[in-house]
């Protein structure tokens, strides 16, 4: 079994995906690392130099990879399950998804809309609500668990999905 975390930008998938692979001992991997590795360069960079479209075809082919790999924790970049592939992926039985979900003001707070996050570029706040009312549903209708992240501790919410994970078995 593995345990998929999702959710927008500032959720803090990454932080709370390495201490729950941690708490679990079981290997961590976060796809938008494993994207920029498999590139050689940063997500923002393929965006401008390559696009979206091209981005995408690289984060499905990472993301699918991972999960036929059954990965232990794994968190995924916040679009990714907007691909249908990724999605159909995340509905197999081995995974256990989490959306870890998050208020505009906590994610604005952790992740500064910066320039690593390119589809928050121009006028960032209206971005990220605009993906996240686009992207909620599709959160939700995969996750097995929700769990908020706002104004937590990250060893918060790992006790958080441990809990719940153990709740929902």
């Known amino acids: 079994m593995s345990v998929v975390l999702i959710g927008p930008p500032g959720a803090g998938k990454s932080t709370v995906g390495a201490l729950l692979a941690e708490r679990l001992g079981v ?30 075809v690289l984060e499905r082919q990472v993301v699918v990879r991972a999960l036929g790999e059954d990965p232990g924790v794994l968190s995924l970049g916040g679009g990714a399950v907007m691909q249908p592939e990724v999605a159909e992926a995340l509905r197999d039985a081995r995974h256990r998804v989490v959306f870890l979900d ?68």
């Open 27 to 56: 290997p961590f991997t976060d796809t938008d690392a494993a994207v920029e590795s498999e590139a050689g360069r940063p997500i923002s960079d393929i965006f401008v130099q390559d696009g979206e479209a091209a981005f995408r």
């Open 102 to 169: 998050v208020t505009i003001a906590d994610a604005a707070s952790r992740v500064g809309f910066d320039t690593s996050r390119p589809l928050l570029l121009v006028n960032p706040r209206a971005a990220w609500t605009r993906l996240m009312t686009l992207r909620r549903p599709t959160y939700e209708a995969l996750a097995a668990l929700t769990v908020p992240t706002g104004s937590r501790a990250p060893e918060d919410v790992v006790d958080e999905v441990l809990a719940g994970l153990r709740e929902h078995r």
